[in-house]
C-alpha cells in the first residue's frame, strides 16, 4: 500500500508540474507579443498616416500595413520615382503630403493595380480613341471664294459614273443674298451638263443630289469633272461664282471605292480667250535642292486645226540655257477638245545662279494622225533677258516666293 501511495504520489507531481511549465509558457508567448505589438504602434508616427489617406478608416488600414516583416521588400512604383520621402522604423517608406494632387482619395479602390501605373481594370484612357480633327469646313485660307464638296464612284458592269453633290461652304456672291446652283461638266464634252436645283437665300448650300454620266472604262480616265457654281439674281441672271476641275485620271474607281472629296473653289479667266488660247501653269523653285517645277494646268480657246475625236493637243515643257536647250518634257494628248485639262507636273535641275540666263518655253502642239504635228501656240516665261509682262512677272514672283506654287494664265502667241 506504501509503495502504491508513493507512486501515485510521483506521478501527481509530474502531471502538476508539466501543467505549471505550460501555463507559464503560454503566458511568456502572450506577453511577448503584447510587448512586440505596443513597440510597433509607438515608433509609427499616426499623424503622417493621416495626411496620406485622409480619414480613419484608411489610417486604420496604412497601419496594419505597416506591420509586414522585415523578409518581404517593398517596392517603390516607377510612376512615384523622384517624390520626396519619410523613412519609418520598419524600414518601409511613405509618399510626403508635399504634391496634394498625388494623395489618393477615399473611398473603394480597384485591387487591380500595376506597378508601372497602368490605368484600373475598367477605366477608358481618352487618349487612346481621338480621331484627328476633321478641318475642312473651319479652316480656310484668305482669300477664299468658297469650298465643294462632291463623291464619285464608277459602276463596272453598267459603266455609270456616280457622281454626288454633297454641299457648298463660304461662298462669296456679288450681292447681300445668295441663291447658288451647280452646273457638272463631264469634259471634254462641254454641250452638255448636269444640273443642281437652285437654294435660295444661303451662302452655304446643302444639295445631296446625285448624278450619273454614262462613259466607258477605257475612256473614264481621260475624262475631266468640271464643276461651275453660280448665283442668281432678282433680274434671273445667272453669275459664275468658281469652278472646281477635277481629272479622273490618277483616281482609283471601282464599285466599292466611294471617294468623298473637297475642293475650294478658283475664279474662272473671265477674260476672252487670247487670238490662239490660252495656258494656266504654276510655277514653283525650292532653291535647297535646285529644283524648278511646272504644273501644266489647262489650255482654253484652243484654234484647233481639226475639230474630230482624232486629234490629239498636249504640251511640250522645254528648259532653255542662253537660249540653248537643256532638256524638255511633255504631257500627255488630250483628244478631241479646245479646252484641255493635264495637271501634269515635271521638275528640272536648275542652278540658283542659272535663273538670270535660263527661261521656260511651253508649246501647245495639235499632233493629227498621219500628219505632221502642228503649233498652236507657245509662250515664253523667263528673266528679263527673254521676257516682259505677265510672263516676266510670273518669273520674278517664283523667285521671290521660294518652294510656293505660283498660277498664272497666259496668252498663247503664234511667232517662233
Known amino acids: 500500500d506504501q509503495a502504491v501511495a508513493v507512486a501515485g504520489a510521483v506521478i501527481g507531481s509530474i502531471l502538476l508540474f508539466v501543467l505549471i511549465g505550460m501555463t507559464a509558457y503560454l503566458l511568456w508567448k502572450k506577453f511577448c507579443c503584447l510587448l512586440s505589438y505596443e513597440k510597433l504602434t509607438s515608433s509609427v508616427k499616426t499623424t503622417n498616416a493621416n495626411a496620406f489617406f485622409q480619414d480613419e478608416t484608411n489610417s486604420e488600414m496604412q497601419l496594419k500595413s505597416t506591420s509586414r516583416s522585415r523578409s518581404v521588400p517593398f517596392i517603390i512604383p516607377p510612376t512615384l520615382h523622384g517624390r520626396d520621402w519619410i523613412n519609418l522604423t520598419n524600414e518601409e517608406q511613405v509618399q510626403e503630403d508635399s504634391d496634394p494632387y498625388m494623395i489618393p482619395q477615399s473611398g473603394p479602390r480597384s485591387s ?86 437652285t437654294k435660295r437665300k444661303t451662302l452655304n448650300p446643302q444639295f445631296d443630289e446625285n448624278f450619273v454620266f454614262q462613259v466607258s472604262s477605257k475612256m473614264l480616265l481621260q475624262r475631266t469633272l468640271k464643276f461651275l457654281v453660280y448665283h442668281v439674281d432678282k433680274q434671273k441672271k445667272h453669275h459664275l461664282l468658281g469652278q472646281v476641275i477635277f481629272p479622273l485620271k490618277n483616281q482609283v474607281l471601282t464599285d ?135 510672263e516676266l512677272e510670273h518669273w520674278n514672283e517664283m523667285i521671290s516666293k521660294p518652294k510656293e506654287l505660283v498660277k498664272r494664265w497666259h496668252a498663247l502667241c503664234h511667232s517662233m
Open 112 to 197: 487591380f493595380h500595376s506597378l508601372a501605373g497602368a490605368y484600373v481594370v475598367g477605366t477608358i484612357n481618352p487618349e487612346l480613341y481621338k480621331f484627328p480633327e476633321d478641318k475642312s469646313e473651319t479652316d480656310f485660307p484668305d482669300g477664299n471664294i468658297g469650298r465643294l464638296w462632291f463623291s464619285i464612284e464608277y459602276e463596272q458592269e453598267s459603266e455609270r459614273l456616280l457622281v454626288s453633290l454633297i454641299k457648298v461652304r463660304k461662298l462669296q456672291p456679288p450681292a447681300d443674298s445668295c441663291s447658288p446652283f451647280v452646273k457638272i461638266y463631264l469634259l471634254p464634252d462641254e454641250r452638255s451638263y448636269l444640273q443642281s436645283k
Open 256 to 390: 466599292d471605292n466611294k471617294l468623298v472629296i473637297w475642293r475650294d473653289l478658283e475664279k474662272d479667266n473671265l477674260e476672252p480667250p487670247s487670238e490662239y488660247g490660252d495656258i494656266q501653269f504654276s510655277l514653283s523653285y525650292n532653291d535647297y535642292l535646285g529644283r524648278l517645277t511646272v504644273v501644266v494646268l489647262r489650255a482654253k480657246g484652243l484654234k484647233l486645226q481639226e475639230e474630230s475625236h482624232a486629234v490629239g493637243v498636249y504640251v511640250k515643257v522645254s528648259l532653255m540655257n542662253h537660249n540653248k536647250f537643256i532638256k524638255s518634257k511633255k504631257t500627255a494628248a488630250v483628244l478631241g477638245t479646245p479646252n484641255p485639262v493635264y495637271n501634269e507636273t515635271f521638275s528640272f535641275k536648275a542652278d540658283q545662279t542659272e535663273l538670270d540666263t535660263a527661261s521656260l518655253n511651253l508649246s501647245v502642239l495639235q499632233n493629227i494622225k498621219g500628219e505632221k504635228t502642228l503649233l498652236l501656240g507657245r509662250v515664253v516665261v523667263g528673266p528679263f533677258m527673254y521676257t516682259r509682262g505677265k
